[in-house]
């Protein structure tokens, strides 16, 4: 009983982890078709941005989430007025143009604050662990999964429930006609990579404490992102919720019973067999494109 | 235009390309600048193995350089079973399974003995991963960006698996200390000119075999399918049989480029798996021009000849990455079609205004060529 609660701890510690990192890539693939490679280091300028405003200022993992937010929206912003903009209707070249940001990015960070490990404080509040079944667990990864889930729920209140959702909604399924009816499509769209970047700043903040920060540290959370977005299919965010689960408990299952490499290397297989026979996903919704 | 002469004159530029990089050891008597350009040339081989599967089927690989690592490291086992073993006995075991308690070969090592059979590996290996993962893939209809994210995963964890298993490839070190290449009685030493020979030749019989696919009508097919799949499809055709079949051979190629690559280095590493290189090979072949087998190699000559020059400063070396992201990013912004296309546009403006009075017929056929492909 007691392992098989520490073991379902595990995996939803790396779902909630997981579910973090891709969100805010579902939401920018979801509604403007961009697959941002960057996404990577827009979690790695997170988790430097929590390093910098901890060292630099003495502020506080908690205190730092919100302008953490706010310097990577406004970073997304910037990028997609420059870039993305002009590549709406380029698809596979969106991949290479975020791509190369990336790779600007991990590069200024490695000139700029050096390519040695950093360390991020946990907040000290949180530092101490719960017992849930006979099982402990780390207040701070229980606060990590209550966190991704309130953000998951405001997203999807604002997706669903507020007037810029309904403008994306509409964007999504026709953006001409959208257009045609007033909706400022390029707008909507540069707040969406906004607001998906900010989302990868936090997802990296709230790691950093939990895993040793490197300019290279984007590249293992974007792939995994990625997997969990090609399995729940782009068009649902409960889909994202729900891969991210499935995911976080497989990943913790089998590295349990093997290794973290061995593990993500038998979840890398069964997704690429999985996309044979549902190549749209597990959960995508049932629209007509 | 006349659509033989465009293709002979093609092909004549195909050649000199090839004659040109088999004189370059004729005016040059430096072991460590053939080495160097060896390397390069390994690298052109790469983009066009990309610029096969990417420009003419529309299928981005973010992954090439997986498929280069397996071949490198089917080389690498053999050329380590080649060297007399320092710490072991008799039985031959490579020196880092010793230090890893590792007390038999492994299955998977034994027929790397020999070394045809290493040859043969090297390609084959490879094809039959891009196989394998292409029947997945296409047989399941991912197109465009999800293909490449698949791509650039499987990279990743085939990189981290090699990394994990230390006791039979080395890990983090590679296969390092190898025996010299061997064939049929010629040694090829790494910095000598045979070696850049035999990798001239590799490249332009590469060049030249992709240049023939291309042209074929599994060529065509394949460009249409790039074009525009569905209508491929609904004339009947087996698009992703087509599909499975250029990325295999794209892969067969990298894997080529791999094993050359080991030879010219002396060595296999996990980091020849990595996304770095994977990511140079896509920047090669858009600087290049991804529609143009040549240009896609011009591209990793320029860059990785540039990239050499400038690494010899220490301020270039830190930033190079900084600067090689922000050209691609302009590339991909304002040159879609890379160098090649660029020398394109300009023969184009040129013959039209040498001829300013016959009217350009084979501009709205370009300009609706880009629309299909923006609607895609």
Redesign the interface.
């Known amino acids: 009983m007691e392992l098989v609660v520490s073991q379902l701890l595990t995996g939803l510690s790396i779902a909630s982890i997981l579910m973090l990192v891709a969100l805010g890539l579902a939401v920018i693939y979801g509604v403007t078709g961009v697959i941002n490679l960057a996404h990577g280091e827009f979690v790695m300028l997170g988790a430097y941005c929590a390093w910098f405003l901890q060292t630099e200022f003495g502020l506080g993992l908690i205190a730092s989430l919100v302008p953490i937010f706010i310097v990577l929206a406004l970073f997304g912003w910037i990028i997609e007025a420059l870039v993305i903009r002009h590549l709406y209707n380029r698809p596979l070249d969106t991949i290479l143009a975020t791509w190369g940001i990336g790779v600007m990015a991990q590069q200024a960070v490695r000139l700029m604050a050096g390519g040695e490990l950093r360390y991020v404080e946990m907040p000290a509040a949180l530092s101490s662990s719960v017992n849930i079944f006979g099982a402990t667990e780390s207040a701070y990864r229980l606060f990590i999964l209550g966190l991704a889930l309130s953000l998951f729920a405001l997203t999807w209140y604002i997706y669903r429930h507020t007037a810029f959702g309904l403008k994306l909604r509409a964007i999504t399924q026709n953006r001409d006609i959208a257009s045609s009816f007033g909706i400022n499509s390029g707008r909507v769209y540069r707040a969406t990579f906004a607001y998906g970047a900010g989302i990868a700043g936090l997802a990296g903040a709230l790691v950093s404490p939990l895993k040793s920060v490197s300019p290279e540290m984007g590249t293992t959370y974007v792939v995994d992102a990625f997997m969990v977005v090609v399995l729940g299919g782009t068009q649902s965010l409960f889909g994202t919720v729900a891969s991210s689960g499935i995911l976080g408990e497989l990943s913790g299952f089998l590295a349990f019973h093997s290794n973290d490499t061995i593990a993500k290397a038998l979840v890398l297989l069964a997704i690429v067999i999985l996309i044979r026979f549902r190549p749209q996903g597990l959960f995508a919704a049932r629209v007509r494109t | 235009m006349n659509l033989t002469g465009k293709s002979a004159q093609q092909t004549l530029l195909y050649g000199a390309f090839c004659v040109a990089i088999l004189l370059v050891p004729l005016f040059l008597d430096d072991a460590f600048l053939l080495n160097k350009y060896s390397r390069y040339l390994v690298f052109a081989m790469l983009a066009v193995a990309l610029s096969l599967s990417w420009g003419y089927a529309?299928i981005?690989n973010?992954g090439q350089a997986t498929t280069f690592g397996l071949g490198s490291y089917c080389m690498a086992m053999a050329l380590k079973l080649g060297t007399v073993p320092v710490h072991t006995g008799s039985d031959g075991l490579p020196d880092f399974m010793v230090w890893n308690n590792v007390t038999e070969l492994p299955w998977f090592w034994a027929p790397f003995h020999s070394m045809a059979f290493a040859l043969m590996a090297g390609i084959l290996v490879p094809a039959a991963f891009a196989a394998l993962?292409g029947?997945?893939?296409f047989?399941?209809?991912?197109t465009?960006?999800?293909a490449?994210?698949?791509t650039?995963?499987?990279m990743?964890?085939v990189n981290?698996?090699i990394?994990?298993q230390q006791r039979f490839t080395g890990g983090f070190n590679g296969i390092t200390d190898l025996a010299q290449f061997e064939v049929a009685g010629l040694a090829f030493d790494a910095y000598s000119s045979s070696t850049y020979y035999l990798v001239a030749f590799c490249l332009s019989a590469v060049l030249l075999l992709s240049l023939a696919i291309t042209r074929s009508k599994t060529g065509m097919i394949l460009q249409a399918i790039r074009d525009q799949e569905d209508r491929v499809r609904f004339f009947g055709y087996d698009v992703a049989l087509y599909k499975i079949f250029v990325f295999a051979v794209s892969a067969g190629i990298a894997g080529l480029a791999g094993m050359l690559y080991t030879i010219v280095m002396e060595f296999a590493s996990p980091t020849f798996l990595g996304?770095p290189l994977s990511?140079s090979v896509?920047?090669w072949v858009?600087v290049g021009g991804r529609q143009s087998l040549l240009g896609a190699a011009i591209g990793a000559l320029i860059v990785t000849g540039v990239q050499g020059a400038l690494s010899e400063s220490e301020t270039f070396l830190?930033?190079w990455?900084?600067i090689?992201?922000?050209l691609?990013?302009l590339v991909?912004?304002f040159l879609?079609k890379g160098i090649a296309g660029a020398f394109e546009m300009l023969a184009a403006l040129f013959l039209r205004r040498s001829a300013a009075k016959v009217p350009s017929v084979s501009q709205p056929a370009g300009e609706a060529i880009t629309h299909g492909?923006?609607?895609s």
């Not at chain 2, 047989?139 to 991912?142: C, L, N, T, V």
């Open positions: 529309g981005l973010l993962l029947w997945f893939m047989r399941g209809r991912i465009g960006v999800y490449a994210i698949i650039l995963a499987a990743v964890v981290l698996v990394i994990d996304v990511l896509v920047i858009a830190e930033s990455m900084l090689m992201g922000g691609f990013v991909v912004l879609p492909e923006g609607a």
